[in-house]
């Protein structure tokens, strides 16, 4: 049976995402990895821990699961404007199961080099399983992405559909199933979300505020208007839904998990009506759904601008 170091070794520091270089000066090896962050940059970090049965289904693909440990932590950067460093990675294991391993290894080098982060330390333990991933990246100072900017005129944008992990999860848990082409789209929204990254660096200077949508589009919407001082407006109609989420769901059905679903690590953002057209026409994927106006909270809205009423407006660990 392998030893915390052995494994360590053997499934992690021999991985292609666990090479230095870059601003990666030290890796896994010493007692701490060290960083060259160049000279007008600010550190961007953030820590997600993703437990099992709460986060994801137990058991699971391990292939699968490392990817998605990354990107939900990735998107973290994206949110900010910052430029993928590295990570680092503890992990709480029931039991030191060879196969396992390889293939949660797998998965997560796959993910780090679609990011361009790099591994460079973190714990091994025994316990339930249980994942935790910081994240490092760098921004120009003054240039991150925050929540607090938001100004009454500009446009409440997102950065692609929204719904579709959330409206996955009956296929996750094995409680439904649905077309191939559709189940494969679904699927892979829920366990390989793309972290946002070029268009949270596309964003900086052009975005009053932003963050990424992990506990539904209304509740995260409520960080900004709560940060920012302002209320955010979004009109039903356009929310923008993909058509294999339409089709699995229902459009009812599809509408709640878009606003309240969670996990689809897309951006939301504010944005200067005179910034639109220079993201528009660089194919930025730049969806308006609504704008910020004087107030507190969010708002639903129809066509005709009446409000809506909402009875679930996203996830929250300590609410039953």
């Not at 021999?14 to 896994?28: D, K, P, T, W």
């Not at 693909?61 to 503890?90: E, K, N, W």
Request: glycine share 12%; proline share 5%.
């Amino acid at each position: 049976m392998l030893g915390e170091f052995e494994l360590i070794r053997h499934y992690f520091a021999a991985a292609a995402c666990a090479r230095a270089g870059g601003e990666v000066v030290l890796g896994i090896g010493d007692d701490c990895a060290l960083l060259h962050i160049p000279t007008g940059e600010q550190l961007a970090v953030s820590t997600d821990t993703l437990v099992a049965g709460v986060h994801f289904p137990d058991p699971c693909d391990p292939f699968l699961l490392g990817q998605r440990a990354l990107a939900v932590a990735a998107s973290d950067l994206a949110a900010m404007g910052a430029t993928p460093i590295g990570f680092t990675l503890a992990l709480t294991l029931p039991a030191a199961d060879a196969l396992w391993l390889a293939e949660f290894a797998r998965g997560l080098d796959a993910m780090a080099r679609d990011c361009s982060l790099r591994l460079i330390g973190g714990d091994t333990t025994r316990g339930p399983l249980c994942l935790t991933v910081t994240v490092f990246g760098r921004v120009p100072a003054g240039q991150a992405l925050v929540r607090h900017g938001a100004q009454v005129g500009d446009l409440l944008c997102v950065g692609g559909a929204l719904g579709e992990a959330a409206g996955a999860l009956p296929l996750v848990l094995g409680q439904a199933e649905a077309a191939a082409d559709v189940a494969e789209h679904l699927l892979a929204r829920y366990w390989s979300p793309q972290p946002q990254l070029a268009l949270g660096e596309a964003l900086r200077g052009r975005a009053t505020a932003a963050l990424d949508i992990s506990d539904g589009l209304l509740a995260d919407c409520g960080h900004i208007a709560k940060a920012s001082g302002v209320a955010l407006r979004i009109e039903r109609e356009r929310v923008p839904l993909s058509a294999p989420l339409r089709r699995f769901a229902g459009d009812a059905e599809a509408l709640r998990c878009a606003l309240a679903g969670g996990d689809d690590y897309v951006l939301a953002f504010t944005l200067p009506p005179a910034e639109l057209a220079t993201l528009q026409d660089a194919q930025w994927p730049v969806h308006v759904i609504g704008c910020v106006v004087a107030g507190q909270g969010v708002q639903l809205v129809d066509a005709a601008g009446n409000e809506l009423p909402v009875s679930a407006r996203g996830y929250n660990h300590f609410h039953a």
